[in-house]
């Protein structure tokens, strides 16, 4: 075994770094927009040298929303795979059960969270800025995959939220402390989500052949690149608002909209395709899984 993750341990984790909506924002608390809100390791905004520094931050300001309306559309998809994961075995081990649910539970949660910073964001800054969506028209489109390459996506979206909060306390502390807070609280109960989804992704794997798995993986891709467009699609939504909010076309929109959806691929796919620990579960799936994965990930770095 590759691991070694339990269900009851990781629910005893769980209930240990829980927290509450208001210990990481309450709902009068307003965002310091005196400050960056992303990681520059993430957001990429400083390296936009047509853009001067008070603008550099509108535009990291709008990467933050993006991410805030980007983790509200994939925990809206994580909630309803968790719950028909776990419906057929309600009567089966107790641990797993509880687990599972309170997995569940968490993302609410954090879809919660994530909106409630949205409204506090949308409060303080100056223009609508606009998101990809329906949420549930993106949620329909993944969810109608094989569970195992959604098991997977999911897997790998909670690992990189770690890459997320590394880059958080790494940045030079000029970062609004609230939007710190959300990594930070994010990433202590992604934490036991991603041993959880370790562990689903085994179950779903167990007893497939190499070929159903190849097949899982080519799913996996088709979800990746779907996700992909939308982020693309995103990058020239956050590029509109940036124009909106500093009252300016700026010249090279295409650059910038390139290099936008670059640092986007990589938070929210690349970072976590590298992750040690979801390679780990594709290596155990299946060598060929792993080098498929791995041939694809310099694309979004
Ligand atoms: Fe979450
Ligand atoms: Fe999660």
């Given at each position: 075994m590759y691991h070694d993750f339990n269900y009851e341990a990781t629910l005893a984790s769980s209930l240990r770094a829980q927290w509450q909506l208001d210990d990481?924002?309450?709902?009068?608390?307003?965002?310091?927009?005196?400050?960056?809100?992303?990681?520059?390791?993430?957001?990429?905004?400083?390296?936009?040298?047509?853009?001067?520094?008070?603008?550099?931050?509108?535009?990291?300001q709008i990467s933050a929303h993006q991410y805030l309306g980007i983790f509200g559309v994939v925990e809206e998809f994580i909630l309803p795979f968790l719950v028909d994961h776990a419906r057929p075995h309600l009567l089966g081990d107790d641990w797993r059960v509880r687990a599972i649910l309170n997995f569940a539970s968490e993302?609410?949660?954090?879809?919660?969270?994530?909106?409630?910073?949205?409204?506090?964001?949308?409060?303080?800054?100056?223009?609508?800025?606009?998101?990809?969506?329906?949420?549930?028209?993106?949620?329909?489109?993944?969810?109608?995959?094989?569970?195992?390459?959604?098991?997977?996506?999911?897997?790998?979206?909670?690992?990189?939220?770690?890459a997320h909060y590394l880059g958080s306390i790494r940045d030079d502390g000029d970062l609004d402390p609230l939007f710190k807070s959300l990594m930070k609280n994010h990433w202590m109960e992604e934490a036991q989500h991603a041993k959880l989804d370790t562990l689903i992704v085994d179950a779903l794997a167990e007893g497939r052949t190499e070929e159903q798995i190849d097949k899982a993986i080519d799913e996996f891709f088709e979800i990746g690149g779907f996700l992909d467009e939308g982020l693309k699609a995103q990058a020239g939504f956050n590029l509109d608002a940036l124009e909106k909010a500093i009252g300016r076309k700026v010249e090279n929109r295409d650059e910038i909209i390139a290099q936008q959806h670059q640092a986007a691929r990589w938070t929210y796919i690349g970072s976590g395709m590298v992750h040690e620990r979801f390679k780990a579960t594709l290596e155990s799936l299946s060598p060929r899984a792993a080098e498929r994965i791995a041939e694809a990930a310099p694309v979004f770095a």
């Open positions: 990481v924002l309450r709902e009068e608390q307003e965002l310091d927009f005196t400050r960056n809100f992303m990681p520059e390791s993430l957001a990429r905004t400083a390296a936009v040298a047509t853009l001067n520094p008070f603008e550099q931050r509108i535009l990291n993302e609410a949660k954090h879809i919660h969270l994530f909106k409630r910073f949205h409204e506090a964001f949308v409060r303080g800054f100056p223009v609508e800025c606009a998101m990809i969506g329906p949420s549930e028209a993106i949620g329909a489109e993944v969810l109608r995959h094989d569970p195992l390459a959604v098991g997977l996506v999911i897997l790998m979206i909670e690992w990189m939220t770690q």
